[in-house]
Antibody, heavy 119, light 112 residues
Framework: QVQLVQSGSELNQPGASVKVSCKAS????????MNWVRQAPGQGLEWMGWINTNTGNPTYAQGFTGRFVFFLDTSVSTAYLQINSLEAEDNAVYFCARGRQGYVYFDLWGRGTLVTVSS | DIVMTQSPDSLAVSLGERATINCKSSQSVLYSSNNKNYLAWYQQKPGQPPKLLIYWASTRDSGVPDRFSGSGSGTDFTLTITSLQAEDVAVYYC?????????FGQGTKLEI
């Protein structure tokens, strides 16, 4: 079954770090780039960037440089999003989304991971 | 960045009737070398991730019912849902992938 399975909800304090995982199955992981999309509570969709699953090279959208890190573990077909120095503004659902081959639209989505930042 | 603006923000349509959602881009998303519009539509139901409905402005993704159709070119696009069903209640987003950062419209909430 072709799917992306994300890790569960996270509750973290301001200043901490969080790592969100996205495990792919049912297809060849290295064939499709992986994107990350943020959705703040009650808001729309915001593209954070993508990672080339063949080379591991990440590309970050403006506003997601510095504290946000995309990386892979290709041995387990998993993409990761790490957010460092968490801020209240990071409260959101984070989706991983597979890019259709060669293009940046998204044909397969994970169910999302809710990250809550609270002291 | 290309700004995507949807209209209306919300829409109420009776069961069996037609729903029309518009999307306007701040610059053309038509790539002249292949004559393709780099525009996709997604459906997001409460508590679920978005689902791809349409890409290349008018190509339905696999398994998407044919009551969903996309049209338009350049900067102006439309998603049409004919014969609205109860399960079509959702927020609909357009997205351009002509250039990065890819950008989404603000969403249109469709209700019965």
């Amino acid at each position: 079954q072709v799917q992306l399975v994300q890790s569960g909800s996270e509750l973290n304090q301001p200043g901490a770090s969080v790592k969100v995982s996205c495990k792919a199955s049912g297809y060849t992981f290295s064939t499709y780039d992986m994107n990350w999309v943020r959705q703040a509570p009650g808001q729309g969709l915001e593209w954070m960037g993508w990672i080339n699953t063949n080379t591991g090279n990440p590309t970050y959208a403006q506003g997601f440089t510095g504290r946000f890190v995309f990386f892979l573990d290709t041995s387990v077909s998993t993409a990761y999003l790490q957010i460092n120095s968490l801020e209240a503004e990071d409260n959101a659902v984070y989706f991983c989304a597979r890019g259709r081959q060669g293009y940046v639209y998204f044909d397969l989505w994970g169910r999302g991971t809710l990250v809550t930042v609270s002291s | 960045d290309i700004v995507m603006t949807q209209s209306p923000d919300s829409l109420a349509v009776s069961l069996g009737e037609r729903a029309t959602i518009n999307c306007k881009s701040s610059q053309s998303v038509l790539y002249s070398s292949n004559n393709k519009n780099y525009l996709a539509w997604y459906q997001q139901k409460p508590g679920q991730p978005p689902k791809l409905l349409i890409y290349w402005a008018s190509t339905r993704d696999s398994g998407v019912p044919d009551r969903f159709s996309g049209s338009g070119s350049g900067t102006d696009f439309t998603l049409t849902i004919t014969s609205l069903q109860a399960e079509d209640v959702a927020v609909y987003y357009c997205q351009q992938y002509y250039s990065t950062p890819v950008t989404f419209g603000q969403g249109t909430k469709l209700e019965i």
